[in-house]
């Protein structure tokens, strides 16, 4: 894979996890109180909807995580080509 491939992979995993954190149900329990959730429990409903944000916001920051890997491996391969026009010219 080249360096260019690997900044595509990275931007595209960066959207993905913009994509994740501006889905709906990230703002969810702002629009909710205890009417809003049906049945006896609606802590259990807050604390399961709280449990799953904290998942996707998890699964955002690995992806960028993985894009910033990427992005520094396509530094490290632009390096490693720079050197070798540098030796051959």
């Known amino acids: 894979m ?3 491939q690997l900044r ?3 931007r595209h ?3 993905l996890a913009n994509a994740i954190e501006a889905l709906a149900v990230m703002s969810l ?3 909710a109180d205890d ?3 049906r049945g ?5 409903c807050r604390s399961t909807l709280g449990t ?3 998942q996707l916001h998890a699964a955002a920051d690995d992806l960028r995580s993985h894009a910033h890997l990427f992005e520094r491996r396509a ?3 632009d390096a490693i080509a720079a050197s070798r026009v540098g030796v051959a010219g």
């Open 2 to 4: 080249n360096a260019n």
């Open 8 to 10: 595509q992979r990275a």
């Open 13 to 15: 995993l960066r959207e």
């Open 29 to 31: 329990e702002g629009h």
């Open 35 to 37: 009417d809003t959730w």
């Open 40 to 44: 006896p429990r609606p802590m259990l």
């Open 52 to 54: 799953n944000q904290q």
């Open 75 to 77: 530094a490290q391969l």
